[in-house]
């Protein structure tokens, strides 16, 4: 059982240039969520699926695409990266419709030159 | 809407004092309240949660929390700290009894616990 896996761990990407990260979860969990974390600001949640097919807008959105095809992957796009989007970003999952808690992957770092 | 404040952004403490990280949330429904803790280079993993009940609320590595209603706080304490405490811990709030997609639990911006020998 891995839980919650992210991939990749770190990307070095040039402004405008466009990425995917891939979180992928074998709990069977409903809920997935995207996550971005900056010094001083805590957790702030980009967009979240409730299930596979689909997904909704969370507090900072913008430059963002998510995608839930599977179940199991919730896909994270910046289409065209900003250095502004530089950050460690974090997904989560949680089982529907139960009072559990979040399980987190372990990250990853972007850079954004 | 609900929101979380957690009142010290670090917390330095020595090895076997007592340490408190202060959380106070706000909402206008019930609530069902977390701690996580970060250790350097990890994700976040569950510490902790109040869903009802007993106020008081026993978690992982000797950490324990009190959820206070009429002061709308959940601080979290432990009696001794260990150099492996020092981490960031994250409030976290929800609302009570939602169902469908509006399970959307807000964080608190973090409390770097600094534990010095």
């Known amino acids: 059982n891995a839980g919650v896996t992210q991939t990749p761990k770190f990307r070095v990407l040039k402004t405008g240039q466009s990425m995917t990260l891939l979180c992928a979860q074998d709990m069977n969990h409903e809920y997935m969520y995207w996550y971005r974390q900056d010094p001083g600001m805590g957790l702030r949640l980009i967009h979240y699926?409730?299930?596979?097919?689909?997904?909704a807008k969370g507090e900072v959105p913008d430059g963002y695409n998510v995608s839930r095809l599977k179940k199991q992957n919730f896909l994270l796009g910046l289409e065209s990266a900003a250095p502004s989007q530089t950050s460690v970003y974090f997904c989560?999952?949680?089982?529907?419709?139960?009072?559990?808690?979040?399980?987190f992957g372990p990250g990853t770092r972007l850079t954004v030159l | 809407a609900q929101s979380v404040t957690q009142l010290d952004s670090q917390v330095p403490v020595f090895e076997e004092a007592p340490v408190e990280l202060r959380c106070n949330y706000s909402?206008?429904?019930?609530?069902?309240l977390f701690w996580y803790v970060q250790y350097p280079n990890q994700g976040l993993q569950l510490l902790l949660k109040y869903l009802s009940g007993s106020t008081l609320v026993k978690g992982i590595n000797g950490f324990e929390a009190e959820f206070n209603k009429s002061q709308t706080s959940f601080h979290l304490r432990k009696p001794s700290v260990h150099i492996s405490d020092t981490a960031e811990y994250f409030c976290?709030?929800?609302?009570?009894?939602?169902?469908?997609?509006?399970?959307?639990?807000?964080f608190g911006r973090g409390t770097s616990l600094i534990v010095h020998p």
């Open positions: 989560a999952s949680r089982r529907y419709p139960s009072t559990d808690t979040q399980y």
């Open positions: 976290a709030v929800s609302e009570a009894g939602v169902s469908g997609g509006s399970y959307i639990p807000t």
């Open positions: 909402s206008s429904v019930s609530v069902y």
């Open positions: 699926s409730v299930g596979e097919g689909t997904t």
